[in-house]
């Protein structure tokens, strides 16, 4: 019997595949939703059910409609470009080197993985003697580590503010009237 | 495929099916943010769910009418008290003669207390941030046309 997670990954693997594959646009940012939703899936296998719901809301969810509503702006076909092979070996090398460093990390779920001898198991104790909730993940998050909760809310907040600042005010009057 | 100029709003089953799924959406949201101590999410899985529905409902009935339910304006002000909440419970924490965000202080007679109180008021300010920005992220691009 094979890993549903295995089975999950050659079905993630398929797909970028056939992204890379396609010059169909609007196929390839429809699979690149599949893709969110499947890596969502392979998550909620991993007991990281927060992440799951993270990736298919804004995997598959709110960033594949950026993507859609991008398309609107431009064409639908990717333009025909000579294959290059320097780029191809590029992305190959760094790709087998990734592969090659995934090789000396722990296994998945070892227990005697560095990230579960510091400090984690004073956090597994403090939630139960401190907080005296079952969620260790939102303990950390909003409490041990609230500072950086706090800045990567201000990430979020300063990426809206650009956003705001460049697409929505800078797109004002004097420059809608010529479009 | 125009989004923000061709509504699929004649599309029944489209409409029908997604009004059925909406509130469904935004529940589900306000369970995630409010079951996170107990459960798997907290603010920012909560956000990005609450902005979906309202994403979802912009999809189907158009832009228009998605800035009717949630006028820009609006989302802007969440956006930056989201930050704010999250900002003004560590002041508070050191008004109380604690440390920044130490939240214990915020209950002196219950720590415990005052730990979830902390827990609750920033998770609500993660999740407001976070709604408003995938908000302005959709309001941005979908209102684009070409030039």
Do not use: W
């Amino acid at each position: 019997m094979i890993p549903t997670e295995f089975l999950l990954f050659a079905f993630l693997m398929v797909i970028a595949l056939m992204i890379s594959r396609l010059r169909h646009l609007f196929a390839a940012a429809m699979l690149s939703g599949m893709f969110s939703l499947v890596s969502a899936g392979l998550f909620t296998l991993m007991d990281a059910v927060d992440v799951a719901f993270t990736e298919a809301a804004v995997g598959a969810g709110v960033s594949t409609i950026l993507l859609l509503g991008t398309l609107s702006l431009t064409s639908h076909e990717e333009r025909q470009r000579p294959i290059r092979i320097l780029p191809f070996v590029i992305v190959f090398l760094t790709g087998a080197a990734l592969f090659v460093g995934t090789l000396d990390m722990p296994a998945y779920g070892d227990p005697q993985a560095p990230i579960h001898l510091y400090l984690e198991s004073d956090y597994v104790r403090g939630t139960q003697a401190e907080f005296g909730i079952p969620n260790i993940v939102t303990a950390v998050l909003a409490s041990y580590r609230g500072y950086d909760t706090l800045g990567e809310t201000a990430v979020i907040f300063t990426a809206a503010v650009g956003i705001l600042a460049l697409l929505i005010r800078g797109s004002g009057p004097e420059k809608g009237a010529d479009s | 495929m125009k989004i923000s100029v061709m509504p699929m709003r004649d599309k029944i089953i489209l409409r029908v099916v997604s009004r059925f799924l909406i509130p469904f959406i935004l529940l589900f949201g306000l369970y995630v943010q409010f079951h996170g101590d107990y459960g798997p999410g907290g603010g920012f899985q909560a956000g990005v769910i609450f902005a979906a529905g309202f994403v979802l409902y912009g999809l189907i009935f158009g832009l228009d009418n998605l800035k009717k339910v949630a006028p820009l304006r609006i989302v802007e002000i969440f956006l930056a008290v989201g930050l704010l909440i999250y900002g003004g419970v560590g002041v508070e924490t050191m008004l109380l003669s604690g440390n920044y965000l130490d939240y214990k202080v915020l209950d002196g007679a219950d720590p415990r207390h005052g730990l979830h109180l902390g827990i609750l008021l920033v998770e609500i300010g993660v999740g407001l941030t976070v709604a408003s920005s995938m908000l302005v992220f959709f309001y941005a691009f979908a209102g684009r046309k070409h030039s």
